[in-house]
Nanobody, 113 residues
């Protein structure tokens, strides 16, 4: 069955970087539209970035454009999110998503000095 497991979250200072990974099983990441979402305390879950099958076209929310990069590692069957120049407002639980049905359990990212 489809399973998504995120990792790589943690505590980082403003301006720092983190790399999140989402290990997928039950399907190949290169064949599905995959995305990252996040949910801050007291707020609704919001979309962060998407990567589309085929050419691997990427799309980003305005709030992260130029700082975050979504990518796939086909050999490892993982979805990644490189996050640079992190800001306190990036603090949230980050989730990966496959298509419209499947979600991972989330990984906490905290940006604080």
């Amino acid at each position: 069955q489809v399973q998504l497991v995120e990792s790589g979250g943690g505590l980082v200072q403003p301006g720092g970087s983190l790399r999140l990974s989402c290990a997928a099983s039950g399907f190949t990441v290169s064949s599905r539209t995959m995305g990252w979402y996040r949910q801050a305390p007291g707020k609704e879950r919001e979309w962060v970035a998407t990567i589309i099958p085929g050419r691997g076209t990427t799309i980003y929310a305005d709030s992260v454009k130029g700082r975050f990069t979504i990518s796939r590692d086909n050999a490892k069957n993982t979805l990644n999110l490189q996050m640079n120049n992190l800001k306190p407002e990036d603090t949230a639980v980050y989730y990966c998503r496959c298509g419209s049905l499947y979600w991972g359990q989330g990984t906490q990212v905290t940006v604080s000095s």
